[in-house]
């Protein structure tokens, strides 16, 4: 069961996931031409081996170690982890755009800075 990466990495995406993780399943990294205009970073579910390590490197809490785990507020989210692809603008986009949707209809989650955020999911 994958790892999720949820709304406190949206305004932060520092990529101290991506630096831990030991299969490289989190996108888009620092030196791809996506980065920076995504919104958040993504874990790709078909890759990610369940290690953990990525969970305490996160400075805001943002990572859930399942989908069972993922708060209500967040499971949008699980398929915009899932459909992004590095190189594929279509799948790129879709995935954005499920982002921005989540943005658009959790504007309380959005007020509050994202290191406090997930205390509220
Ligand atoms: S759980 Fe492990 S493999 Fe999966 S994204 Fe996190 S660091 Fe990578
Ligand atoms: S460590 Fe957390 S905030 Fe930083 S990029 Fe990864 S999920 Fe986003």
Redesign the pocket.
Known sequence: MPFI?TD??IG???????DVCPVDC?HPRKDAPEFEQAT??YIHPEDCIDCGA?VP????V??YDSLDSTPASQKDLIEANAIYRNGDPDATAHAEAMVKAHIESHADLMAIPGSERAAAH
């Not at 932060?12 to 991506?18: E, I, L, P, Q, Y």
């Not at 490197?57 to 805001?60: D, I, N, T």
């Open positions: 990466i406190p990495c932060t995406k520092d990529a101290s996931c991506v989190i958040m970073l990525c490197a996160c400075p805001v943002a990572i």
